[in-house]
C-alpha cells in the first residue's frame, strides 16, 4: 500500500529542494527523519513536514505501521515562476525570477518496497 502527500507552490526553487530529496529517496522513514533533522538547507524542514504528513496519511487512511514503512517516491517539479525586475544603471532592467515548487512525497510498506526493488 502506499500514501503520498503534496506541498504546492513552495518559494523555493526545485533544484534546491530536489537536492534535500535526494537525500532521503530509498530511505526507511525513521533515517530519512533524523537525515533531514540534520539537514543544513531551508529545503530540509519543508520535506519533513511533508514526510510527517504522508507518514500520517499512511497510517490514518491505509492502516499502516509508520515503523515499517519506506520513502518510494520523492520529487519535485516546478511551479509558476514569479516575475519581478530590478532597477539597473542607464534607466534599463534586469529580470528576476522567483521560483516555485510542488514537491511530493510517497511513503510505502516494506513488502511492497522490496518487491520493486
Known sequence: MRAQAKAK?????PFKVRRVLDLVRGLPVTEARDTLTFTNRKAAT??????????ANAEHNQALDAEEL???EAFADEGP???RFRP????RATAIHKRTSHITIVVADDD?????N
Request: glycine content about 4%.
Open 9 to 13: 507552490y513552495i518559494r523555493q526553487s
Open 46 to 55: 519543508t520535506v519533513l513536514k511533508l514526510l510527517n504528513s504522508a507518514v
Open 70 to 72: 519506506w520513502v518510494y
Open 81 to 83: 515562476t514569479l516575475k
Open 88 to 91: 539597473r544603471a542607464r534607466g
Open 112 to 116: 511492497e518496497y522490496q518487491e520493486e
